[in-house]
């Protein structure tokens, strides 16, 4: 597969071929976790233990946003006293932990995956509801792929 | 056609009389520049939603009743402070203005906030994700069009969820999500759509509004008494009920107060207890069972907790499209459906997709 150096690299010299959608994992409930399991798509590009990696760091910043504790009790305790008015000063636990998280997706971005053609979106930036990973291909060699992705596209009306 | 109204929307010139604050200069501004500014997502979004100060406030499309809510709480505040306080300060305590105030000013700031925050709105799937499902539904390899099932089987906690699909939204609706028709959005933890309020209520509002219908019931309640007392007061050193009730326009509050106190008090006790069996008003009414998919080590009570704790907003409003800068750097680096696809790109490609994703999107034009 084509190896690129760089994010910018990436955007200018390379053409998007496919995206693979990694879904919620509903298994231990409704808190954010995503499936850890490989995609097809992305075995000739990337190892099976990277990506488990990420995916379970992602899992784990997310279960970190959300648990409950003696700073949330106290934050929530705060901001009802004050009526929500604290929010226009502070940030919240959960807001910290998202720009921990965007971050690290853009670390993983420039050190792990754009080197093997991928690109990771934030989940935030899809609701929550995905993990969506961009598939890049060189230019000239990705004719046939995506003409497929745009006959896809079309009969999603 | 959503995408035209958004994009000539000037707030200023709105009627709606709403008590925001003026929109920032920044916005004029903008509007004057030659059209290759760089848009923010707010005006480009797809739902029926209205949005002022530059994206900072987004409220439904129909206010529904908000002013009326505000009018009859300003008013029967203010000939409270008017009538009342005076004669109960001098007859019984300086405390009563300042607990009226206070509670007067709660409420006030939570029905504003609860009208104008986004009540946890789901961004709307990009074209590629809504392939992509649809893809996984038709894996029979059928190429003619056959619209989606309607329901996806999962198991939340060893219990099974029905998850329906949201033809406006392109996507499986998460548990305990409903799209919202008046304002054509999914809303994540969707109780209703208050027309008091003027908005939804969901996940990230619900604390705003459960706290104003409290303090409201509270400030009622308080009224009411100190009304109530003003008058039997005013009876007993004067010539009788009837003529202290003539008399004395602190009447009015005493009506308006008498007549909503019952039922803001039962809204209040309602949501207390939706809040203490973690339910929203939508899946009391839902023949769905929703009670224990939250489950795992911790409790039902704590995360009940959650509603008063988190949350954040998933839709970026004040995000600039990356539409402009694709535009400069003209390389055709666009490989994505939407070149083939154009006429179907509504604004939902344009705002949601790839503000990481270095593959820029171009700007939708023309309104659809």
């Known amino acids: 597969f084509p190896q690129f150096h760089n994010l910018q690299e990436l ?52 279960a970190e946003a959300e648990k409950i504790g003696g700073q949330s009790y106290l934050e929530g305790c705060l901001a009802c006293a004050t009526a929500y008015l604290i929010f226009l000063c502070m940030e919240t636990r959960y807001e910290k932990v998202l720009k921990k998280i965007a971050k690290y997706i853009q670390e993983q971005n420039e050190k792990i995956y754009a080197p093997r053609g991928l690109l990771i979106t934030d989940p935030i930036e899809r609701g929550m509801r995905v993990i969506e990973i961009s598939i890049y291909e060189d230019r000239g060699s990705s004719g046939s792929s995506s003409g497929s992705s745009s006959v896809s596209g079309s009969t999603a009306r | 056609m959503k995408n035209c109204e958004y994009q000539q929307i000037d707030p200023q010139a709105l ?15 903008e509007k004057k520049k030659e059209p290759r500014r760089p848009r923010r997502k707010w005006e480009v979004f797809p739902g029926k939603n209205r949005f002022y100060c530059d994206g900072r406030i987004i409220v439904a499309r129909q206010s529904g009743v908000l002013p009326l ?29 300042v607990i009226g105030g206070v509670l007067f000013v709660f409420v006030l700031i939570t029905l504003l906030q609860t009208s ?63 799209h919202c028709s008046l304002c054509d959005n999914c809303v994540e933890r ?3 759509h208050c027309p008091w309020v003027g908005n939804c209520v969901g996940k990230r509002n619900y604390r705003f509004f459960y706290t ?20 039997a007061l005013r009876a007993q050193g004067g010539k009788g009920l009837v003529f202290a009730l003539q008399e004395s326009p602190g009447r009015y509050p005493l009506v308006i107060c008498f007549f909503s106190v019952w039922s803001i008090l039962g809204l209040s006790g309602f949501h207390t207890y939706l ?59 666009i490989e994505l459906p939407t070149l083939a696809a154009k006429s179907e790109i509504n604004v939902v490609g344009a705002a949601f997709a790839l503000q990481k994703s270095p593959s820029p999107v171009p700007a939708p034009s023309d309104c659809h």
């Open chain 1, 11 to 62: 955007r200018h010299s390379a053409s998007l071929a496919n995206k693979v959608f990694i879904q919620r994992d509903y298994s231990e409930g409704t808190t954010c976790k995503f499936q850890t399991k490989f995609p097809s798509e992305l075995e000739s590009r990337i190892e099976r233990t990277l990506f488990e990696d990420t995916v379970k760091t992602l899992n784990n910043y997310y």
């Open chain 2, 15 to 29: 009627p709606t009389p709403t008590p925001t604050p003026p929109p920032h200069h920044g916005n004029d501004m």
């Open chain 2, 69 to 97: 809510t505000l009018g009859l709480i300003l008013v029967t505040s203010g000939l409270f402070f008017i009538f009342d306080c005076p004669f109960l300060v001098k007859h019984l305590t300086s405390f009563i203005p």
């Open chain 2, 116 to 178: 104008f925050t986004d009540p946890g709105i789901l961004p709307r799937a990009t074209p590629d994700e809504a392939a992509d499902i649809e893809k996984q539904i038709d894996n029979t390899g059928n190429t003619s069009y056959r619209p989606p099932p309607r329901t996806k089987e999962v198991l939340i906690n060893q219990q099974v969820v029905k998850l329906k699909y949201c033809f406006t939204c392109k996507m499986f609706r998460p548990p305990r999500t409903s």
């Open chain 2, 190 to 192: 969707f109780d209703h």
């Open chain 2, 212 to 231: 104003f219908i409290v303090s409201l019931s509270f400030l009622t309640a308080f009224i009411f008494g100190c009304v109530t007392t003003h008058l």
């Open chain 2, 275 to 333: 809040v203490a069996s973690n339910l929203t008003t939508n899946e009391d009414v839902s023949t769905q069972s929703y009670i224990g998919i939250n489950g795992g080590t911790s409790s039902p009570h704590n995360l009940n907790i959650r509603i008063f704790l988190c949350h954040f907003s998933m839709i970026d409003r004040r995000g600039f499209l990356p539409a402009d800068e694709s535009a400069q750097t003209g390389s055709a680096d």
